[in-house]
């Protein structure tokens, strides 16, 4: 599943989309991936948006920078930037996003600032050396060409199976469902049916219960791709779950934009890890969606 372009809400400013770091990279960089996330679930709103209507106290240099990924940003940036988007955007519990958010900062400077096993700051451990009985000479000794080519293939062997290994490995992808893992929904916004005039946009939410044993950390709606309809509607393809222990809920909220056709528009969403795979797989959980009335807008 790919995640498809959003565009801007209602008030938003177009330009061209910045390309987010990649989390492999680091603690920074995966710190400003999800920055980068929880930007393009509220709307994707220009940095000047961000500073001018929802009131983020920090520079549009400082904020275009928290994103690259490059250089860890101040808390003060990190939760300038957070709080207009998760409080300001998204209307979410602010000590809540506070809480969470300032635990992903502390992490990654934690992570960006411990030392690289071997590198600068690691003391350097004394080698010991030692003196060993002369071995006898392997190319004379009774049998030498016979164990050497048992060892050569023994050696090549467990290459092979340690190949095979790490390949079934890497293939098999994760357990799901995971056990004890179970999701409620239990309301929704915006009832299926309502009539949005054309251009205009609607903010779609979900409250869900974590009513499993699993707790909930890294989880993502995505869309399925399923959509129907004639109408023209768009969304973000993905937007972060905050985490969630057992016997918890959280609200999962979508901006939505109607388009000039007009018709009925059906999304439908599905629980995701960061890599897209599902965590209710085979109709184990029906999708959450929305389903509205496109409508021409009043003249």
Aim: with cysteine; charged share 25%; proline share 9%.
């Amino acid at each position: 599943m790919s995640e498809s372009e959003v565009s801007p809400v209602a008030g938003g400013k177009r330009g061209r989309k910045q390309l987010r770091p990649d989390p492999a990279d680091g603690p920074v960089a995966a710190f400003a991936y999800r920055l980068c996330e929880l930007k393009e679930s509220a709307g994707d709103p220009s940095y000047d948006r961000m500073r001018t209507e929802l009131g983020a106290a920090a520079s549009k240099s400082a904020l275009s920078s928290a994103a690259r990924g490059q250089d860890l940003p101040s808390w003060e940036t990190s939760w300038e930037f957070v709080r207009s988007l998760a409080v300001g955007a998204l209307g979410q519990d602010v000590e809540t996003v506070r809480r969470e958010w300032s635990r992903r900062w502390e992490h990654a400077r934690a992570s960006a600032e411990q030392p690289e096993a071997g590198g600068p700051g690691t003391a350097p451990q004394p080698v010991r050396r030692e003196t060993p009985a002369a071995p006898p000479d392997p190319e004379t000794a009774p049998g030498a060409g016979r164990r050497r080519a048992w060892v050569l293939a023994g050696t090549g062997l467990a290459v092979v199976l340690a190949v095979l290994a790490l390949s079934a490995y890497l293939l098999s992808g994760p357990e799901r469902p995971i056990p004890g893992d179970a999701s409620l929904m239990l309301s929704e916004t915006v009832p299926d049916g309502t009539r949005i005039a054309a251009g205009t946009s609607v903010v779609k939410s979900w409250e869900i219960m974590n009513v499993g044993r699993v707790p909930w950390t890294g989880r993502y709606l995505e869309q399925t791709g399923e959509r129907i309809g004639s109408g023209d509607c768009t969304a973000p393809g993905r937007v972060w779950i905050r985490d969630t222990p057992p016997g918890e809920r959280v609200r999962v909220i979508v901006p939505v934009l109607a388009g000039d056709r007009v018709g009925q528009c059906k999304i439908s969403w599905k629980m995701v890890d960061e890599n897209g795979d599902l965590f209710f797989p085979d109709q184990a959980l029906r999708p959450v969606f929305f389903d509205i009335d496109v409508v021409p807008a009043q003249g």
